[in-house]
């Protein structure tokens, strides 16, 4: 037997079993199995029930999208109103979801759609919605291919094959000007890239790389740095040089991705749950734990994850993985997944229908549970969260062995070795306990590698062996390679010990959050549900809060951070329930201490207040409180203030609203949305225009956390030029607020008003916790802004 701590599986040989990166792309070190080979159990398997039982099993219920009347996907001439991304992104994960549950509905379904598909394909190879085609528009295409690739392993049906050549061979045929020209198809190359190599690897056609380089070079250029701040481009594009990388073999690709990652995280990631600030996009300076991330990012993140992790080997894409879905994505849904909500935040304390913007970018109930087309692409994108996480619990190796990547309670049944079919049953309360145990099922004895991932978080992992601890030094964000003739009834059990740690976020606030190993922890918020709106068995929610959450936590510091020894933690006794995120269920809880911050409140649109910074002080008496973890909760203050005492404690302020105008009916978020203009007409995204005047005129104004040096303003008018129905306006000014009283700016230079650029004005510095825009519109025409900045 060897045993041995490796940083990743080695990229050396051919697995003679499982599909690999063929030459002259790397030999990548680890390899999905086939759809099938991974089974659920446990709450894992109670997650893929309830989907199957709840939206996704029955969104031809809820969704025009996912039936035949009028849809392009259905006709064989691809005709048809509706035929866009929606329903490839519902099947991607409810074909899935039928093949790992067996469930002969779901899979007959999704077979008459491959059907559809299939039939569908022109002379010239390509497939689908006419409509697309004119408009050289791919992208939905990128989407209907992963679920053709899912139905190949499962059905082992060579149709699939020769289609995909075909189609390859259209998009080779194409100008390249015609290839990816634009839009979402150009940002999610990767997708398309991952499809070519896929049937590369199955066929060793080389035209197949000539054409994979035509799209890496034709997508959006991430080698380079973001090209897109919408949170779910990002999700799928920043891995889009790393996959290139497997044909370049240049590191600057490999690099580049994780660079891309860095930039978003360290930015906008400043918050406990392994997602990022984009409630649509990333805006500069919305980076408070308020901020939500759709569930379409996180689901399309964990996929990222789980490709760079066959990528790479790396077992950081693991770690990243399980952050997402342990601690965001659980709490994206309601229990019974009768229901999402389109953004997510780590610190949420009322879900409510009433429009969030400015503070959210988009205007409209962002927070409610339903099941409706209101978030129309997390509704049927949501499908291949848990089942493609499922898959990739386990992967094969090069060396004919199999690797444990991601942990929950799971079976997988595999070829390793010489050939031996291996039957491994995963018994584990993670990620609420500290072991995972594998039993080995073998028909005779096997000589192969197994593998163990330690995850990035644990310092003091060990290995048992059928009870014998394992000689081996481990470190954290290793493998354990065991290498060893196997035997029936083998055991094999890893320790992972959860260390309970305070993590602080300097960028935010210096705000600090409670982690025990790959779960994070919200204060628990007694929850309200009020259903608004109802269809059938379909119900609308929100959720109110019914008990104080505006808690700081009392820690004692220990050197530039805070020790954990005021954190007791109460691990429940007996089986992890069938669905332990809820916040009745939660197999764990956190007693901590804490102080009410009094002014710490909702703002008037109901969002919670921006963190301020801490330490805070407070006369508050110190309490006992209950943090369970961040996915049991649907309301979570999960970034906390820290209760301090000294010359360092500040008091908690009143602080104005970062956005505020004289009209609130408009598009407010167009003022900072980041968006640089082009054109004074230009409506990529909505401007923001006045409609009637308040008593004190036009005006749009920012607050600040703390108060700011304002020396100058730059405005790009919003002027829609030949529809006339917005100008340029007739004059500006800005004010600042002293006290109470609003006071305009001296020795200011000339008030510029420009067309189809920057519009400026420099004048004697004024330090205040709010500036104003004041606008006098031109006679009987609006106006209105794209972008306004002070420096």
Same mark, same amino acid.
């Given at each position: ?48 029930? =309830? ?51 067996? %469930? ?18 022109? +002379? ?28 190949? %392993? ?152 789980? =490709? ?64 409706? +087309? ?298 900072? %949305? ?77 008030? +510029? ?39």
């Amino acid at each position: 037997m060897r045993a041995e701590c490796i940083p990743f599986p080695s990229s050396d040989g051919t697995n003679t079993f499982y599909v690999g990166n063929r030459d002259p792309l790397i030999s990548s070190p680890l390899m999905p199995l086939p759809v099938g080979c991974v089974r659920a159990h446990g709450w894992l398997l109670h997650q893929l029930e =309830i989907m199957r039982d709840g939206m996704v099993g029955h969104l031809p219920e809820l969704s025009r999208w996912c039936v035949e009347k009028d849809n392009a996907w259905a006709r064989p001439d691809g005709q048809g109103a509706l035929g866009w991304e929606e329903l490839p992104y519902w099947l991607k994960g409810y074909g899935d979801l039928g093949y790992l549950l067996e %469930d002969q509905k779901i899979i007959e379904e999704t077979r008459k759609w491959v059907e559809f598909a299939l039939s569908s394909q022109e +002379e010239d190879g390509y497939f689908g919605p006419r409509r697309n085609k004119q408009r050289y528009d791919i992208w939905p295409n990128m989407v209907m291919l992963d679920v053709l690739r899912s139905y190949y %392993d499962f059905s082992g049906d060579k149709r699939i094959i020769e289609f995909m050549k075909k189609y390859f061979q259209w998009q080779m045929s194409l100008p390249r000007e015609y290839l990816l020209p634009g839009s979402w198809q150009k940002i999610r190359g990767g997708d398309n890239l991952y499809s070519i190599h896929w049937l590369y690897n199955r066929t060793g056609e080389k035209w197949l790389l000539d054409l994979a380089t035509a799209v890496h070079e034709r997508t959006v250029n991430w080698t380079d740095g973001i090209k897109s701040w919408h949170g779910v481009n990002i999700a799928h594009g920043y891995r889009e040089p790393a996959q290139y990388y497997q044909q370049s073999k240049d590191r600057k690709h490999l690099d580049a991705t994780e660079r891309n990652y860095r930039a978003v995280i360290d930015e906008y990631g400043q918050f406990p749950g392994g997602m990022y600030a984009t409630d649509e996009n990333a805006r500069p300076g919305y980076i408070d734990p308020r901020q939500g991330a759709e569930t379409c990012s996180m689901v399309e993140l964990m996929r990222s994850c789980e =490709i760079l992790l066959a990528i790479t080997g790396d077992p950081i894409h693991a770690d990243r993985c399980e952050d997402v879905a342990f601690n965001s994505f659980p709490a994206s849904v309601m229990k019974d997944f009768m229901g999402l909500h389109y953004l997510t935040p780590a610190n949420v304390v009322q879900l409510d229908r009433e429009n969030k913007s400015p503070g959210f970018q988009n205007h409209g109930p962002m927070l409610p549970f339903t099941p409706g +087309e209101a978030f129309r692409c997390c509704q049927h994108n949501v499908s291949h969260g848990w089942p493609y996480y499922v898959e990739h619990l386990w992967m094969a190796t090069r060396d004919n062995g199999l690797a444990a990547v991601l942990y929950a309670p799971c079976e997988v049944r595999a070829k390793v070795g010489k050939g031996t079919e291996v039957h491994i049953i995963q018994e584990t309360g993670y990620p609420f306990r500290e072991q995972v145990q594998l039993q080995l099922h073998l028909p005779k004895p096997a000589k192969f590698p197994l593998y163990l991932r330690v995850p990035g978080w644990c310092n003091a992992a060990s290995v048992l062996l059928n009870d014998e601890p394992l000689d081996v030094a481990i470190v954290s964000g290793s493998y354990v390679r065991v290498e060893r003739v196997w035997n029936d009834g083998d055991v094999i059990v890893l320790r992972l010990p959860m260390e309970t740690k305070v993590r602080v976020w300097e960028k935010n606030k210096n705000s600090v959050s409670v982690v025990r190993g790959p779960l994070a922890y919200s204060l628990k918020i007694g929850e309200s549900w009020k259903e608004f709106a109802r269809e059938g068995r379909w119900g609308i929610w929100e959720v109110f809060p019914t008990t104080p959450w505006n808690y700081g936590l009392v820690l004692d510091a220990s050197g530039e951070t805070y020790a954990a020894n005021r954190l007791d933690v109460q691990v429940k006794d007996g089986e992890i329930p069938d669905q332990p995120f809820d916040i009745e269920t939660a197999p764990i809880e956190i007693r901590a201490r804490g102080c009410r911050i009094p002014l710490w409140e909702m703002e008037q649109d109901g969002l919670v207040g921006r963190l301020q910074k801490s330490p805070i002080k407070t006369d508050e008496p110190e309490e006992e409180i209950t943090l369970i973890p961040m996915g049991c909760a649907k309301l979570r203050i999960t970034a906390f203030p820290v209760i301090g005492k000294g010359a360092e404690a500040r008091e908690w302020r009143r602080i104005p609203p970062r956005t505020s105008a004289s009209f609130t009916q408009a598009y407010m978020a167009a003022l900072d %949305d980041g968006v640089e203009p082009m054109a004074s007409d230009d409506t990529r995204m909505p401007p923001y225009v006045w409609g009637e005047a308040s008593p004190d005129g036009y005006w749009v104004a920012y607050g600040f956390d703390e108060p700011r040096t304002v020396t100058k303003s730059r405005v790009y008018w919003f002027d829609d030029k030949a529809q006339g129905q917005y100008r340029l306006p007739k004059s500006w000014r800005v004010l600042w607020k002293d006290g109470e009283q609003w006071r305009e700016v001296t020795n200011a230079s000339q008030y +510029e008003i420009r067309m189809d650029q920057y519009s400026e004005v420099t004048f004697d510095p004024v330090t205040t916790e709010e500036i104003r825009l004041q606008v006098e519109p031109q006679d009987r025409v609006g106006a209105g802004i794209l972008e306004w900045k002070v420096e």
